[in-house]
């Protein structure tokens, strides 16, 4: 059984109407420091995955305000809890001009404990690069390092008022197409959105896969 490795019920929510087979595992990872969500992801989906002993699929997502220079990014959870979703609007506002452009991205890291077979197909090729990127690839050739295999998804907005009572975390303040994510339905927001993307690519891979 695919475990999805969160401590955050609103991300199983939607993993669910992409993945059936999968449960939760409320385990939380140690999130190293870094400017990148790959290295946190791939690092918790090896740690999970030895606490686990199954496969594991991590998910690390960020809101990355493009006027605070990605501000708060990796940071999200911690200025979630400390400032709150509403000061990070209100700092918007009076620092920011309109259309106060922003993005949210989502990495998901897969372990399984076993190797990754080279594939032709262009959306593994670019998973690969990714990976190469965040230095997955690298990390295999040391011995401890169990291999783990990377999909992103990022969409474009800007920051709003809070508008909305659905998602969970930034969804109020985020706004796609003169709809925030806590406008819609957890099937609208997977449609458009960063771990929507994300999780097409993970479960059109993982298809292959079992
Ligand atoms: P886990 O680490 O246990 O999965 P978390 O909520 O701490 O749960 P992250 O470390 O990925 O998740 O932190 C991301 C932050 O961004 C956190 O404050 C979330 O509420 C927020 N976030 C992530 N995805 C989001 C989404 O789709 N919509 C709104 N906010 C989101
Ligand atoms: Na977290």
New binding site residues.
């Given amino acids: 059984m695919l475990r999805y ?4 019920p ?2 199983v929510r ?1 993993a669910l109407e992409y993945l059936d087979a999968v449960e939760q595992l409320d385990y ?2 140690t ?1 190293v420091q870094g400017s990148d ?1 790959g290295p946190i992801a791939a690092h918790g989906a090896r740690e999970a995955y030895r606490h686990a002993g199954e496969p594991v699929l ?6 990355f305000v493009d006027g605070f220079e990605g501000f708060p990014g990796p940071y ?2 911690y ?3 400390t400032l709150g979703v509403e000061a990070v609007y209100r700092l918007a506002e009076r620092e920011l001009d309109e259309p106060r452009r922003a993005a ?1 991205k ?1 990495t998901l890291a897969y372990c399984d404990g076993e190797e990754f077979e080279a594939s032709p197909d262009p959306i593994d090729r670019d998973d690969r690069t990714a990976a190469a990127a965040h230095g997955a690839e690298r990390d295999e050739e040391e011995t401890d390092l169990l291999p783990v295999k990377i999909f992103e998804g990022t969409v474009r907005g800007r920051i709003v008022p809070p508008r909305g009572d659905g ?5 109020p303040i ?1 706004e796609h197409d003169g709809t925030t ?1 806590a406008e819609m339905d957890a099937a609208e ?1 997977n449609a458009v ?3 929507g993307r994300a999780l097409a690519k993970f479960g059109e891979w993982f298809a292959e896969r079992k």
Avoid at 5 to 8: E, K, L
Avoid at 167 to 171: K, L, T
């Fill in positions: 490795v969160t401590t955050n609103g991300k939607e939380d990872y999130e969500l991590v998910d690390d997502a960020g809101l999200s959870s200025v979630e809890e949210f989502c998602g969970f975390g930034y969804d985020f994510f927001k959105s960063h771990r």
